[in-house]
T-cell receptor, first 116, second 112 residues
Framework: DGGITQSPKYLFRKEGQNVTLSCEQN?????MYWYRQDPGQGLRLIYY???????QKGDIAEGYSVSREKKESFPLTVTSAQKNPTAFYLC???????????????FGNGTRLTVT | SQQGEEDPQALSIQEGENATMNCSYK?????LQWYRQNSGRGLVHLIL?????REKHSGRLRVTLDTSKKSSSLLITASRAADTASYFC????????????FGTGTRLTIIP
């Protein structure tokens, strides 16, 4: 079955450590996204990538970094510069291009990161 | 600031009843989407309605869009326990999913 896999489901880290969240998709989608979800708030876009080897900052990119070396993979690194990293992180993909505004986002099941 | 705001924030109804939740937004949009999120899981796309459409159906779901009032509603008919989830609207002012703005969601509880 096609889908998006995020791992791990739960992640615990000490403050000051970098941590990388995995996102893999087998939907053959060109576009991939990372969102952050905090309680009582909507999703906020961290980074997105429309094509391999290219990515753009979203609304809250500070303290995060990404890479897109393969079409299937879009890992997110939460660096020690992120002031409030504890959150639920969601990866998504979609068909881009001129019709991208009509294409739904497909989400993984998220990684809950806790930093103490 | 959030583009889409759902109302109510929380809703509890008996199984079999209809559930209605609303989404208001501030600026002109190209399309509006509704997503469902079960607790601790990712979002699932439900339905997309374009700015030139007024109503759309998908199974037990009915979505309306009133661009003059900058609002949309999601109606779930004959609710089931499995409909318990949070529902989010997402608006796109322009082309491109990177422009999507999500609301804060309505938490729906279906009481068996």
């Amino acid at each position: 079955d096609g889908g998006i896999t995020q791992s791990p489901k739960y992640l615990f880290r000490k403050e000051g450590q970098n941590v990388t969240l995995s996102c893999e998709q087998n939907l053959n989608h060109d576009a991939m996204y990372w969102y952050r979800q905090d309680p009582g708030q909507g999703l906020r876009l961290i980074y997105y990538s429309q094509i391999v080897n290219d990515f753009q900052k979203g609304d809250i990119a500070e303290g995060y970094s990404v890479s897109r070396e393969k079409k299937e993979s879009f890992p997110l690194t939460v660096t020690s510069a992120q002031k409030n990293p504890t959150a639920f992180y969601l990866c998504a993909s979609s068909i881009p291009g001129v019709t991208s505004y009509n294409s739904p986002l497909h989400f993984g099941n998220g990684t809950r990161l806790t930093v103490t | 600031s959030q583009q889409g705001e759902e109302d109510p924030q929380a809703l509890s109804i008996q199984e079999g009843e209809n559930a209605t939740m609303n989404c208001s937004y501030k600026t002109s949009i190209n399309n509006l989407q509704w997503y469902r999120q079960n607790s601790g899981r990712g979002l699932v796309h439900l339905i997309l309605i374009r700015s030139n459409e007024r109503e759309k159906h998908s199974g037990r779901l009915r979505v309306t869009l009133d661009t003059s009032k900058k609002s949309s509603s999601l109606l779930i008919t004959a609710s089931r326990a499995a409909d318990t989830a949070s529902y989010f609207c997402a608006t796109a002012a322009n082309f491109g999913n990177e422009k999507l703005t999500f609301g804060t969601g309505t938490r729906l509880t279906i009481i068996p």
